[in-house]
């Protein structure tokens, strides 16, 4: 009996050491499967509105330093309505978007078109500018410093079409009623690195602007719908252009 015990004592051992690796396994399965969906929308937050307000009023800033023959009428004329239109949302506006409110969206995409029109148009008139008139080293300064405000404001008033496009505006979001999201950031794809409740700031939007400036295409964050791919595409434009024909040339002349 004593021979059969130990004669049967190894499959005892090597049945337990065979169970080991499926037990080993089914730990790493449990410890790799797929997290949980990232609920959507994320609950809402408050979200101060300054941050906006200061890119525009930087951007109107900027616009006000272009030479007069560069924008449109007068160099006062569009600075100075977008200043009241500005003056206008601070007056109305609250402290932090908690909720939805239409018309002052509406009011400020229309702020936002109007410098980007306004920025679009020096673009051209300084392109213009370049291919028509011949130019000196003062000139050629001058158009750096020119082309340098133009990239600026390009930069800083995409940021603001970025917040107020993403999700059905900063109003949407802030009241936890997101719309569909129109951008991919890389903290909505891993909750190990943001928690499940992370949802865009302002300091994002301008970040995504100014690495499309920069890299005149998308780098961590992927534009989702067709309106931010076309926003995004216009942007790269003119950056595009500014960079590429106008500094460049300007270099040149300096050369």
């Known amino acids: 009996m004593s021979a059969c015990a130990r004669k049967s004592a190894p499959r005892g051992g090597a049945h337990t050491a065979a169970a080991d690796p499926t037990r080993t396994l089914w730990r790493v399965a449990q410890e790799t499967s797929p997290q949980p969906g990232r609920p959507y929308p994320p609950p809402g937050a408050s979200e101060p509105f300054w941050p906006a307000q200061a890119t525009v009023l930087a951007a109107i800033v900027l616009q006000v330093s272009l030479p007069e023959r560069l924008t449109v009428g007068p160099s006062w004329l569009i600075p100075a309505l977008e200043g009241a239109l ?133 780098t961590d964050t992927m534009p989702l719908s067709p309106a931010a791919k076309s926003t995004m595409g216009v942007q790269s434009l003119v950056s595009l252009v500014t960079i590429g024909l106008i500094v460049s040339r300007a270099v040149n002349i300096l050369a």
């Open 86 to 218: 500005l003056a206008g949302l601070v007056i109305v506006t609250p402290n932090q978007v908690e909720e939805e409110h239409p018309r002052r969206r509406h009011v400020a995409l229309g702020l936002t078109a109007i410098v980007t029109a306004a920025n679009i148009y020096s673009l051209g008139a300084l392109t213009h500018y370049l291919l028509h008139a011949k130019l000196g080293s003062n000139g050629g300064r001058e158009l750096i410093v020119a082309g340098t405000l133009i990239w600026l404001t390009n930069f800083l008033i995409f940021a603001l079409w970025y917040w107020e496009m993403d999700r059905g505006g900063p109003g949407k979001r802030a009241a936890g009623r997101d719309k569909p999201p129109d951008f991919l950031f890389p903290q909505m794809s891993d909750d190990r690195i943001e928690p499940k409740e992370w949802r865009p700031k302002f300091i994002d939007y301008l970040y995504v602007s100014l690495t499309n400036a920069t890299a005149f295409s998308p």
